[in-house]
């Protein structure tokens, strides 16, 4: 008996990399997996619906698409968002870069959201998680401030939700992964910026997306029936290092 079993699970940024992850997890624990992503790629979830996070009357007609077909929803992982090389430190980076970041981390995480949150309380409450960054809390010498700015926010939006509908059964959290080994990390990053970055993780590599999967069917399950309003860091101890083992 799987940890999700009869769930219907709702994974945003599903064609990417920690997308699928999860997506195999929760079928693993018995969910079914509705995918939203804006590239239309195969998956693996049971029903995909192409749509752009940040375009209110998308999200509103792909949460009435999933109302219409499952009738509710148990659990809702938004994880969608970017990167944007062109998004460096304050000074350089442009306002059409930070517009673009903002569009697809924070304006998709509200709508998300707002939207699919009456669908989890529909039957009692469910489980949000929404993703954030180690970076929403730390600062970086290799910056992309608008990234940053947007991960912050989502930390102080899931803490609003969590308080919210706490006594409609609805559990809110969110996860700050470190650095996980998706491309939208290792795009572009050469051997010296992963060493650079790697002396920071004490345990001397980086997450791995199963890893962030694993720990989010956790925070999707009963397991964790009382866990609400947290932010998880799933970043092998890089946020609590000072400095880390040599060998
Ligand atoms: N990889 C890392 O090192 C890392 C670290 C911390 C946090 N995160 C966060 O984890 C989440 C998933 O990242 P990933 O590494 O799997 O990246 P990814 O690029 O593989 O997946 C992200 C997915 O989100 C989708 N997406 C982006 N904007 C969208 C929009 N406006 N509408 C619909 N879909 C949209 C993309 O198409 C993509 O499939 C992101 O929120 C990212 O910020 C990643």
Redo the contacts with the bound molecule.
Sequence with gaps: MGTLDTRIAVI????????RATTAVFHREGATVVG????D?QTDCDHFIC????DEDQVAAAFAEIDERYGRADVLFS?????LAEDDNVLRTSLDAWHRTI???LT?MFLVNKHGIPLLLRDGGGALIN?????GTMGSAVPGIS?TAT?GAVLALTADVAVEFARRGLRANSI??????????TDGLDEAGRQRRLVHVPTGR??E?EE?AEAVAFLASDRASHINGIDLKIDGGMSVAYVTPED
């Design positions: 945003t940024g599903a064609a990417g990399r920690i997308g939203l992503d804006v590239r790629q749509v752009e996070l940040s994880n969608a968002g970017v990167a569009a697809a981390n998709s993703t954030a960054s180690l970076l990234y991960k700050s992964p470190g650095p996980v080994e998706t491309p939208l990390f980086f997450t997306a962030i």
